[in-house]
């Protein structure tokens, strides 16, 4: 698997709203499994015995409150996309998806419904799981307290200032994590490149905006040929089949350099916020743009929006870009060059 496939498996996982929920209901069944096998073995005190009937009725409850409360986290979810898709952009679901409230949530909502079924399956006229339903009782308060901390925090998340501050917040880590790659001492920036005929030219498979690429082992396939190689666009591009995507100078590598090359650039439908500061900057304007619309009228949040767009460009304007960015005829040595 290339660098680009694992970049794109963890962009779904990392967006994906069903594999923490997913991985809290087979961990709720297995618990449930193992403390009905421990009571069965060990039994429980007197205080913590109940009778089967009283047993079925409350795990059936809290089977009953946590798909309903399930629900209900889904609907408040649907809710703030519509919202956000209204009145900010629509590519602020990307943050909402990689909310880990909202999967924490889940998680336990979906862990406590299974967990609960999988102790309610244990009870027989003869036998109870005291200690599992007693462990269900701690378990739907814990949900509940979640549940109460995940409204409030989505509610709160509703204020445009709060959309517009997460997206500020993003932009800087993200500027932050370009900046550590350009100090690297072998990788340089350049406005622009005059070099002659390059020994190999990796053009795009397919369309796509570039997303991503891998520093670390570009850098390593280029020390290790005694190449130098330059990509002509930066992270955020979108580049179309047969564009160009890397070009080599130097030793001309083997006969799988193209796809090797190619499987260091991750090239997707849309650009993400991981090594692409301007991504946020341009969900930032756009929700300002929305904001002064007619059809919205919101000059407030257009005014807060610009706040934070001035404190992005406030941190951008004060860190000293022009010893990372060299001219085409710099002769500082590099085994990579990124063209800005």
Known sequence: ?????????????????????????ML???LGIVVSFADEQMGTLAVWQYSPSTASTFLSAIVGATAALTGFVVTVTVLVIQMA?????????????????????????IGTFTYSFSVLQRIEDDFVPDLGVT?????????????IVFFDRFIRQLKPVAVAAGVARTARS?????????????????????RGDPTLVVRAS?????????PGGLVKCARARSAELVLPHPVGDYVQTGDVLVRVYGTKFGDRAEEELEGMIALGAERTFEQDPAFALRIMVDTANIALSPAVTDPTTAV??????????????????????????ANTPAAVVMVT
């Open 1 to 25: 698997m290339t660098w680009a496939s694992r970049f794109r498996v963890r962009q779904s996982l990392a967006e994906s709203l069903w594999v923490i929920p997913l991985l809290g209901a």
């Open 28 to 30: 709720g069944g297995l």
């Open 85 to 109: 898709t209204g009145t900010f952009s629509a590519r602020i679901m990307r943050l909402i998806y990689r909310d880990w409230m909202l999967k924490a949530t889940l998680a336990v909502l």
């Open 135 to 147: 462990l269900a009782g701690f378990f739907i308060s814990l949900s509940l307290l979640v549940f």
């Open 174 to 194: 993200t500027f932050a994590q370009t900046v550590r790659i350009a100090d690297r001492t072998d990788i340089r920036w350049e406005h622009q490149t005059t």
């Open 206 to 214: 397919r369309g796509g905006a570039i997303q991503a690429v891998d």
């Open 304 to 329: 807060q929006v610009l706040d934070h767009i001035g404190d992005v460009l406030g941190l951008i304007g004060t860190t000293d870009l022009q010893r990372r960015t060299k001219p085409a005829s």
